[in-house]
């Protein structure tokens, strides 16, 4: 069974901070995505990372892709409130159509100005 | 270059009642999804649909609920005889044909409350 452990599950801090948020799983993906999802909104897709050990950056948010291809981290510097929302990580469901994704719990964060 | 349009965004039903929850994909969009997002659970795949066809409803549950996309108009998502556990946010999703299949745009979700 595919299963996406996120952590922490919320996470409240004040503005200009570090902080990073995990995803992990024990199935190896060939794929996987990150998504925020702000109060009252759907998701909306920040970055797919394919390759094991891979690193891509949006802004001050730093993606990490494990090299076993089983885990993933978020790190955000120097936080701002609108970095405020759901953060949720997702895989394509093996054996599932196109489409069909799992996602994790999400990652509550919250930035206090 | 209107996103994903779902409507409507809040709905109230009392059990028993139908609800109808509506979504047109975006513009050059062929592909749509439905998830639902129940209180403290995550986002949870229920039925991906092509104009017409019904490609995969692994995740829709047996009973009550029905989803088509016809050849003409949105895409619709239809929940029969409500019960209190129906109540969750309900988002459409949509992509492109071919490559970056997997890459959805999601609309700002329909949120249904049974009373």
């Known amino acids: 069974t595919q299963l996406l452990e996120q952590s922490p599950q919320f996470l409240s801090i004040q503005e200009g901070e570090n902080l990073t948020v995990y995803c992990n799983s024990s199935?190896?993906?060939?794929?996987l995505q990150w998504y925020r999802q702000e109060p009252g909104e759907g998701p909306v897709l920040l970055v797919t990372v394919v390759t094991g050990g891979e690193v891509k950056k949006l802004k001050r948010l730093t993606f990490q892709f494990g090299d076993a291809r089983k885990d993933s981290s978020l790190h955000i510097t120097a936080a701002q409130p609108g970095d405020t929302g759901l953060y949720l990580c997702?895989?394509?469901?093996?054996?599932?159509?196109?489409?069909?994704?799992?996602f994790g719990k999400g990652t509550k964060l919250s930035v206090k100005p | 270059n209107a996103g994903v349009m779902q409507n409507p965004r809040h709905l109230v039903r009392r059990r028993g009642q139908e609800a109808r929850l509506r979504c047109s994909p975006m513009k050059g969009h062929s592909h749509v999804y439905w998830y639902r997002q129940l209180p403290e659970e995550g986002l949870k795949f229920m039925v991906y649909l092509q104009k017409e066809n019904i490609i995969d409803e692994s995740g829709m549950p047996k009973e009550r609920f029905s989803a088509e996309f016809p050849k003409e108009g949105p895409s619709i998502l239809r929940i029969q005889q409500v019960v209190r556990g129906d109540s969750a946010a309900y988002f459409c999703a949509s992509s492109r044909q071919g490559p970056g299949a997997n890459v959805l745009t999601f609309g700002a979700g329909s949120r249904l409350t049974v009373l």
């Open positions: 199935s190896v993906f060939s794929s």
């Open positions: 997702a895989v394509g469901n093996l054996g599932g159509s196109q489409g069909n994704l799992i």
